[in-house]
T-cell receptor, first 113, second 113 residues
Framework: QKEVEQNSGPLSVPEGAIASLNCTYS??????FFWYRQYSGKSPELIMS????GDKEDGRFTAQLNKASQYVSLLIRDSQPSDSATYLC?????????????FGQGTTLQVKP | DGGITQSPKYLFRKEGQNVTLSCEQN?????MYWYRQDPGQGLRLIYY???????QKGDIAEGYSVSREKKESFPLTVTSAQKNPTAFYLC????????????FGPGTRLLVL
């Protein structure tokens, strides 16, 4: 069974610090990876997608992908209290063309003022 | 104003009752998905549809049914066979199955009376 693993946390960081969120996946043929942010009681919203090894930056967010290690991470620079949420890692099922995403259980981030 | 709408926001089900959750999108997306989220867990795929009049079972389809008669609409019925229906139900869509980026509606929270 294909799996996506995240540390459920909570991960607590002070305001202004860098938050590092990690995700490992079991499907070696996956080619597409996503980070979603989910505030309590709300639906997930897409933050970043990444398809190639290396780093991808968008504002305060940087996604990092290492396919050889089957590892994807999200860095949040200058963390703000408004970043406090659950972050979901999602991986495209690489063995089918269904567009099916496999989600991790999420990491809860707490940014303390 | 384009987007995905879900209704109702909250739904209460009595024992033995079938209930239907609505999902509508005006994004002209081909693919639509239904997920279930339980507290502290990631999203699990119930059903998905890549084209009108066609849909496939996801990982946890038992006790659920769907239809896709129109491109814009993908309603989910929670039948009496689903013995533990209390959860947060999320509908998502993507342009087509090859475009894996999925966007989510606001969700419906189903509670059992």
């Amino acid at each position: 069974q294909k799996e996506v693993e995240q540390n459920s946390g909570p991960l607590s960081v002070p305001e202004g610090a860098i938050a590092s969120l990690n995700c490992t996946y079991s499907d070696r043929v996956s080619q597409s990876f996503f980070w979603y942010r989910q505030y309590s009681g709300k639906s997930p919203e897409l933050i970043m997608s990444i398809y190639s090894n290396g780093d991808k930056e968008d504002g305060r967010f940087t996604a990092q992908l290492n396919k050889a290690s089957q590892y994807v991470s999200l860095l949040i620079r200058d963390s703000q209290p408004s970043d406090s949420a659950t972050y979901l890692c999602a991986v495209l099922d690489g063995s089918s063309n269904t567009g099916k995403l496999i989600f991790g259980q999420g990491t809860t981030l707490q940014v303390k003022p | 104003d384009g987007g995905i709408t879900q209704s109702p926001k909250y739904l209460f089900r009595k024992e033995g009752q079938n209930v239907t959750l609505s999902c509508e999108q005006n994004l002209n997306h081909d693919a639509m998905y239904w997920y279930r989220q339980d507290p502290g867990q990631g999203l699990r795929l119930i059903y998905y549809s890549q084209i009108v009049n066609d849909f496939q079972k996801g990982d946890i389809a038992e006790g659920y049914s769907v239809s896709r008669e129109k491109k814009e609409s993908f309603p989910l019925t929670v039948t009496s066979a689903q013995k533990n229906p209390t959860a947060f139900y999320l509908c998502a869509s993507s342009i087509h199955r090859e475009s894996e980026t999925q966007y989510f509606g606001p969700g419906t929270r189903l509670l059992v009376l």
